[in-house]
């Protein structure tokens, strides 16, 4: 730590570790359904993926390479790095523990079998052996080290195998071959039910590659296998002198699987000498080898039991709510009615999709307008805006191709969308567009003049348009006519489109230009408020992160002169709450529940007339200032209500909430008996139309 400069935040990368441990506690919760508890597993291993592959990746380059020995917040990189080294071992050893003493002896007494080692009954024997001849084995190629054959590279978070066999003509020496297992191959494989004797069994390939190694080396003996995984550097780099953004990104996408090592995780059973070997030959630390049992790249088995036949293993269903089931208006009378509000999952996700399928067929809708940061693979938004360019609307679609771990798919549509004539926009390389926003231009006929004239629709969001992630986000859905709100969407769009600059704008505020002066202003009001009024300063913010020296700064002098400032953060938070002199008045929350907390909402007391706003932004340095971001307000009386009730005062008091402690750890809230998580009133009463 920096010894001359005071610990006034805390560091970005101990926080996002920490958010990671509450999200484990859930897979420890017993009160929890068994096959929830496997996927809360299966979300921090994923999550401990992307850590080293973005973040730690990033503070090792800056370690070799920077002149600069402390982190922005006053850490002493070398320091760090040992201190999250240590803290991914208690992870690593939590999910091991989790897995192998808990949840899968707890499986397997639901008749559930999760066969990760090569230990399976006699009677799979010719069903596991026909399996690896017939449909793994020809896939794979072994590849014996040698002064020709050299090291392989690794592929980044490929299973991998290091095999130690000796020539049967000349044992005394001995060999080592390496198997990457490419990504076609299955990692598990369902027992078919005529064999599997009434049980649910499931075979990992690492047992199967244990056991049937041997058949790929003829002519060789097998002394023994080892299963590794090797983690890489996945940011990517683009210079910004590209010509053609598509073009580079997809030249990028080949190469990113090969960046500098980063972590290593090995077999349980693997020697300590070839560990080392391993270690050496990629350049990884030694407090960056973890020793894993079966199976590595466990999110991608996240949803393996989801067709478990057992309810009481799982979260009890839902159906969102969709209030145009009841409506027999079209969607733009619903809008032009009043705003409305859309409370995902709890509500549905499909208005927004009936939005873009009747403006794709809707004879008087002239233009779409979109922007997309995620999607998904297979997306009724993109169909839907394809399906508008081939009936003739002007279709213009600003598409992120820089979204992390998401370019390949956004560079699929880009090409689609533009194969069939839609306007195609990308974020400018250093300003990635993060908005969600969607506006419609639609001639109607007006009774009153008896002449059509132009009428513009808007859907602005905190969350993306997937509506897979919408059934597990939780985000807010703003639909409007309002012509002060569409008039500032439309120059947003503009700006974007490289035909307009410096616009002025009456209600939305946007990165980089006006999100960070409008939120410095109404901290600083709310300061001066406390000051000043008997009303006194009131600030509630809900974001995902919160790492912006600049805001927390200035929520540490609201908090000194008397503002109330309860903030809830779902993950990374670098502000120190509850400390004397600085943040007394300050208090952090963090909800993790069955749903991802995700939508990002400002409230300012406003001498007790509040301002609510919506925003796709975080209050982090690049969300502020080097993104196209949109914040929007709630001006619905009605609406402001229910943004303040479901997503601040609830989330505030919710049984799964955790507070921030001075010390920077988390404390659990204390439950009172019987009482339920925010998120589950949430389904009962909106479910039941209370709300809605």
Sequence with gaps: ???????????????????????????????????????????????????????????????????TTYTSDGYLISD???????????????????LYRDIIPQLEKENIFLITDNKWPVHLDNWTLNLFRNHIQPLLTPIVINESRPFPNIINKALSYLAVLHNSEVPEKKLLSVIQVPHSVPRVYEVPSRIAQKTKSFIFLGALMRHYINRLFPGYIIINSYQFKLTRNSDLFISDDVNDLRIALKGK??????????????????????????????????????????????????????????????????????PLKTCSNSIFEWISIKDRLLHHPYESFDPIINLINQAASDPDVLSIKQTIYRT??????????????????????????????????????????????????????????????????????????NKFHIVHYAHLGTGNYSPENAKSYT???????????????????????GSAKNN???FLWHSPKTNRANLIKLIKYETRLAKSSKHGGQIIAKVNSLIDHEIIDLLYKASNAGVIIDLIVRGMCSLRAGIPNLSENIKVHSVIGRFLEHHR????????????????????????SRRTEVTFPVLDLDLKNRVILEGLNMMALDKDNWKLMPDNNYLKRKNKKNELPAQIKLLKEIATSKIA
């Excluded at 506690?25 to 809360?40: H, V």
């Excluded at 820089?402 to 549509?413: G, K, L, Q, S, Y």
């Design 253 to 322: 996408l080949t190469t990113r699987n090969l960046g500098n090592g980063v972590r290593l995780e090995c077999s349980t059973r693997m020697p300590k000498e070839m560990v080392r070997f391993l270690g050496k030959q990629h350049h990884i630390r030694d407090d960056c080898i973890f020793p894993v049992r079966g199976p590595s790249n466990l999110f991608r088995h996240i949803g393996l039991l989801s067709d478990i036949k057992k309810p009481t293993l799982k979260y009890p269903p839902f159906v969102s709510f969709n």
């Design 1 to 67: 730590m920096n010894k001359n400069k005071p610990l006034i935040y805390q560091n970005r990368e101990k926080s996002l570790l920490n958010f990671n441990h509450r999200v484990l506690s859930f897979a420890e919760n017993q009160k929890i359904p068994l096959i929830e508890r496997f996927k809360y597993v299966c979300i921090v291993s994923s999550n401990l993926d992307e850590f080293y592959e973005i973040r730690y990746a990033s503070l090792l380059e800056q370690d070799m390479n920077s002149k």
């Design 504 to 506: 002025t704008l009456k």
């Design 475 to 497: 985000d807010f859905s703003l639909f409007t006519a309002n012509k002060d709100i569409c008039s500032d969407v439309h120059k947003v769009f503009a700006e974007l489109a």
């Design 376 to 449: 998904g693979a297979h997306s009724p938004i993109m169909d839907g805006l394809i399906n508008a360019v081939q009936n003739g609307k002007d279709v213009t679609v600003v598409i992120e191709l820089m979204a992390r771990f998401d370019e390949e798919t956004n560079v699929h549509w880009s090409s689609e969308l533009e194969r069939v004539g839609a306007h195609i926009i990308h974020g400018h390389l250093n300003l990635k567009c993060h908005a969600k926003m969607i506006l419609i231009t639609r001639r109607e006929f007006n009774i009153k003049t």
């Design 601 to 624: 909402i400002y409230f300012f007391g406003n001498n007790n007339d509040p301002k609510v706003f919506l925003s796709s932004a975080d209050w982090m340095e690049r969300n502020l």
């Design 80 to 98: 760090l790095l040992d201190s999250i080294g240590a803290e991914t071992k208690v992870l690593n050893d939590k999910i091991q523990k989790l």
